[in-house]
Each structure stands twice: as C-alpha cells, then as structure tokens.
C-alpha cells in the first residue's frame, strides 16, 4: 500500500471516530428530547454490540485495583471513547510517519546518504 493510499484510509477512519464522537451525544440529545430522560452509553456498549459480556470479565478478575480500573474505564462515555481513539489514531500516525518517513528532514536521526 502506497503512504498516500495508507494516509487516506488513516484519516478516513480518523472522521469516522471523530463522526462517532459527535453523533452518539447527538443521538442522546434526541432521545432526551424525546423521552424527558438522559439516556446513558457507557463505553461498554461499544463491547456488547460485537457480542463481549465485558461486564462478566471484568467482574471475573482477582486483582481488585485492576478491576476498579475496567469499571471505570468502561462506564466512561462512549463519545469520550471514541474521540480518545480519533486522538490516539492521530498521534500513532504522526509518529509513524516520523519513524518510516523516507523524507530526512523530518526524521534526522537517520545518517544521510
């Protein structure tokens, strides 16, 4: 795959995430709207759509610190999940086109030819 063709299909996936973090407060402010409650969509929604009981594995764990750390994790937002993917994807590519640039001047720890 062509660092063009990689670039585009990176930065597709990119407004996707970022897409993802507006809609799902979007699609709560309807349903608040509509119903006169607030909705909740914790992170772990995002798990059982593909069918994982993260709740169940969790709850399994024998390390207590660990276990407080998944909760929290998974009942944070699923808009908050989705714009701290968009950010590390951001971040993970910038430094990958860092480290495989075949352009020196934006990684001069290579030697010149």
């Known amino acids: 795959m062509k660092k063009s063709e990689f670039e585009g299909w990176a930065g597709l996936i990119g407004a996707f995430l970022l897409l993802g ?7 709560q402010i309807v349903l608040w709207l509509k119903d006169g409650y607030w909705t909740p969509m914790p992170l772990d929604i995002a798990f059982r ?21 998944c909760t929290w994790t998974l009942t944070a937002p699923l808009a ?23 352009d020196r001047s934006r990684n001069p720890h290579q030697p010149h030819a």
Do not use: C, R
């Open 21 to 27: 973090a507006v809609l799902v407060p979007s699609y």
């Open 49 to 69: 759509w593909f069918g994982v009981d993260s709740v169940t594995h969790v709850a399994e764990m024998e390390w207590e610190g660990l276990k407080k750390i």
């Open 80 to 102: 908050v999940g989705f714009f701290a993917l968009a950010i590390a994807q951001y971040y993970a590519l910038d430094w990958m086109g860092n480290v495989f640039s075949d």
